[in-house]
């Protein structure tokens, strides 16, 4: 699975002879092209910002890829990289690579469990581990994994931008444990970009996720799609405020160092530094789902800081609240457009253009970002393709699409032919271009219809006194399913449930009126690599036990 890097695509290469073949090259053209441009804003942990340049970000990339063979990492082994979004995530990523090796990322939130899973998995050589980073104890959690999954790598203690001087013998989980120096070394031989760079939990939504793997020529490929799709040019600045680990935060990011633009990392997020630094450092591309900007918006309405440097939000919509996002951002001169992607398939690897209007430019889907990107939507029981305009399963075939699962075998996850199952349900609106409808667990059959619960919720959430709102299905007293709503109250209003049922009777078909509302304090969320998400299946419970008088 291979493709071509075209020069032109990235605005930092214009000759052939420069395309870069992989995240390393990557990073040694754009210091050699000059070296003293700034590639990263590392966000301190008093909030403030430090300047890291190419140069500097390649130099620590060359000495820590020496270090890495010094230990013996090479082709085929796994590095953990366990820390928030740091330039020194970004230097394993690169350094990883260098060696042939692959990153798997773990989001500094994991509780044992997911860590022992991953440990299982990947069953790494190395945990690159950010020890004491804002007060957690992650030493004690890697531990206990490694006494439960029986796999004893070796540590490397990091510490970040102006932290303590690492200490890595009290780190040693049996394998050894050490600090990466910060000096230098000889440049790394040229890499195989076909060999596995990077992997990335999948969400997992039963049972616990797999780790599905790309190569690195994959990986700069897409970084070179994404970057031209999005419009970015040497200047711009994308915030990295979603995890590295994730495959949301890492291809945004690396849309940005492809096309030589400033990444901004905030290793925490705190709403109200985040709007200082897209302000003071006039941030132009942001790739999140709508949670995140939400909390912005929150701060913004109190503050009223200067965003007019954002000029592209690319959304998922995550809790529903993606449309009034977008008329605010839209009064400050940013286009936000849906997005569409996976950690098989690469974030953003669909988005609409400029020229789409809305509201059809807000739904998830779009325009594949790549040409050797191939859709097609298929019927879910049988794999056969359909015409556009018909609902069925999304499939995709192409260099974004996963190269290996790390692990475990998923025997699945493609068709006879050779096509990738996303496991969600769109519609093809034309060769290259879908709209995303929903995972195909989440929809409704109602009363023989498959009903996307989204059109549900955005009735409930036009009204007044809605917040958020969520929609599930669970059977009814004869059997059938049922959709079922739950909201969060506006600030200040009390709506009532049956008052909330007759407002979606007024404009939704009978079918699809809710057979009930029920207003609660706050949604069961959960938080992920890529966003906060509401839990559809803890709603479906609360709404099982209040059918039955529980609740």
């Given at each position: 699975?291979?493709?071509?890097?075209?020069?032109?695509?990235?605005?930092?290469?214009?000759?052939?002879?420069?395309?870069?073949?992989?995240?390393?090259?990557?990073?040694?053209?754009?210091?050699?092209?000059d070296?003293?441009v700034?590639?990263?804003?590392?966000?301190?942990?008093?909030?403030?910002?430090?300047?890291?340049?190419?140069?500097?970000?390649?130099?620590?990339?060359r000495?820590?890829a020496?270090?890495?063979?010094?230990?013996?990492?090479?082709r085929?082994?796994?590095?953990?990289?366990?820390?928030?979004n740091?330039?020194?995530?970004?230097?394993?990523?690169?350094?990883?690579?260098?060696?042939?090796?692959h990153?798997?990322?773990?989001?500094?939130?994991?509780?044992?469990?997911?860590?022992?899973?991953?440990?299982?998995?990947?069953?790494?050589?190395?945990?690159?581990?950010?020890?004491?980073?804002?007060?957690l104890d992650?030493?004690?959690?890697?531990?206990?994994?490694?006494?439960?999954?029986?796999?004893?790598?070796?540590?490397?203690?990091?510490?970040g931008?102006?932290?303590?001087?690492?200490?890595?013998?009290?780190?040693?989980?049996?394998?050894?444990a050490?600090?990466?120096?910060?000096d230098?070394?000889?440049?790394?031989?040229?890499?195989?970009?076909?060999?596995?760079?990077?992997?990335?939990?999948?969400?997992g939504?039963?049972?616990?996720?797999?780790?599905?793997?790309?190569?690195?020529?994959?990986?700069?490929?897409?970084?070179?799609?994404?970057?031209?799709?999005l419009?970015?040019?040497?200047?711009?600045v994308?915030?990295?405020?979603?995890?590295?680990?994730?495959?949301?935060?890492?291809?945004?990011?690396?849309?940005?160092?492809?096309?030589?633009?400033?990444?901004?990392?905030?290793?925490?997020?705190?709403?109200?530094?985040?709007?200082?630094?897209?302000?003071a450092?006039?941030?132009?591309?942001?790739?999140?789902?709508?949670?995140?900007?939400?909390?912005?918006?929150?701060?913004?309405?109190?503050?009223?800081?200067?965003l007019?440097?954002?000029?592209w939000?690319?959304?998922?919509?995550?809790?529903?609240?993606?449309?009034?996002?977008?008329?605010?951002?839209?009064e400050?001169?940013?286009?936000?457009?849906?997005?569409?992607?996976?950690?098989?398939?690469?974030?953003?690897?669909?988005?609409?253009?400029?020229?789409?209007?809305?509201?059809?430019?807000?739904?998830?889907?779009?325009?594949?970002?790549?040409?050797?990107?191939?859709?097609?939507?298929?019927?879910?029981?049988?794999d056969?393709?359909?015409?556009?305009?018909?609902?069925?399963?999304v499939?995709?075939?192409?260099p974004?699409?996963?190269?290996?699962y790390?692990?475990?075998?998923?025997?699945?996850?493609?068709?006879?032919?050779?096509w990738?199952?996303?496991?969600?349900?769109?519609?093809?609106?034309?060769?290259?271009?879908?709209?995303?409808?929903?995972?195909?667990?989440?929809?409704l059959?109602l009363?023989?219809?498959?009903?996307?619960?989204?059109?549900?919720?955005?009735?409930?959430?036009?009204?007044?006194?809605?917040?958020?709102?969520?929609v599930?299905?669970?059977?009814?007293?004869?059997?059938?399913?049922?959709?079922?709503?739950f909201v969060?109250?506006?600030?200040?209003?009390?709506?009532?449930?049956?008052?909330l049922?007759?407002?979606?009777r007024?404009?939704?078909?009978?079918?699809?009126?809710?057979?009930?509302?029920?207003?609660?304090?706050?949604?069961?969320?959960?938080?992920?690599?890529?966003?906060?998400?509401?839990?559809?299946?803890?709603?479906?419970?609360?709404a099982?036990e209040?059918?039955l008088g529980m609740g």
């Open positions: 699975m291979t493709t071509v890097v075209t020069p032109h695509a990235v605005s930092a290469f214009p000759a052939p002879h420069e395309a870069p073949t992989d995240f390393p090259d990557l990073l040694h053209r754009l210091a050699r092209r070296p003293d700034t590639a990263v804003l590392d966000t301190t942990p008093d909030g403030v910002t430090h300047a890291v340049s190419r140069g500097e970000l390649w130099r620590r990339t000495a820590l020496e270090e890495l063979r010094a230990h013996g990492i090479g085929g082994d796994a590095v953990a990289v366990w820390m928030p740091w330039s020194d995530a970004l230097v394993w990523q690169a350094a990883v690579a260098a060696r042939e090796a990153v798997v990322g773990i989001n500094t939130r994991y509780g044992l469990e997911e860590v022992t899973h991953l440990l299982e998995r990947a069953r790494p050589r190395l945990v690159a581990l950010a020890q004491g980073f804002h007060g992650l030493l004690d959690r890697l531990r206990a994994a490694v006494e439960r999954s029986g796999v004893v790598p070796e540590v490397a203690v990091v510490t931008p102006g932290g303590p001087t690492p200490e890595p013998g009290a780190c040693n989980v049996g394998a050894g050490w600090s990466p120096r910060r230098d070394g000889p440049d790394p031989a040229p890499s195989d970009p076909d060999a596995l760079a990077v992997a990335f939990t999948t969400s939504s039963t049972g616990l996720p797999k780790l599905a793997a790309h190569t690195a020529r994959a990986v700069l490929a897409h970084a070179v799609a994404d970057a031209a799709v419009g970015l040019v040497e200047g711009d994308v915030l990295g405020a979603l995890p590295l680990s994730g495959v949301f935060g890492y291809n945004a990011i690396m849309a940005g160092l492809a096309a030589g633009a400033t990444v901004l990392l905030e290793p925490t997020f705190d709403a109200d530094r985040v709007l200082d630094h897209v302000a450092h006039r941030v132009t591309h942001l790739a999140s789902g709508d949670d995140l900007v939400l909390r912005l918006h929150e701060a913004w309405s109190v503050t009223h800081r200067d007019s440097s954002w000029r939000w690319g959304v998922a919509d995550f809790q529903g609240r993606s449309h009034e996002l977008a008329a605010w951002l839209g400050q001169g940013t286009t936000v457009a849906g997005v569409y992607g996976s950690s098989e398939v690469f974030a953003l690897a669909a988005t609409w253009p400029d020229d789409e209007p809305a509201p059809g430019r807000l739904t998830g889907g779009g325009r594949v970002v790549h040409p050797d990107i191939a859709v097609r939507v298929v019927d879910p029981d049988t056969a393709v359909l015409e556009p305009g018909r609902e069925g399963e499939q995709f075939r192409g974004n699409v996963v190269d290996a790390l692990g475990a075998e998923v025997p699945d996850a493609f068709t006879a032919d050779g990738f199952r996303s496991g969600d349900l769109g519609v093809l609106v034309d060769e290259g271009a879908f709209v995303y409808v929903c995972r195909r667990g989440d929809a059959r009363r023989g219809f498959l009903v996307d619960p989204a059109e549900i919720e955005r009735r409930l959430a036009a009204h007044e006194d809605v917040a958020t709102a969520k599930v299905g669970v059977p009814g007293a004869d059997g059938a399913t049922i959709a079922v709503g969060v109250a506006t600030a200040g209003r009390t709506p009532v449930g049956e008052d049922v007759a407002w979606c007024a404009t939704l078909a009978g079918f699809k009126v809710p057979a009930a509302v029920h207003v609660v304090e706050a949604m069961p969320t959960t938080s992920g690599t890529n966003g906060t998400k509401i839990k559809a299946a803890e709603l479906r419970r609360w099982t209040r059918a």
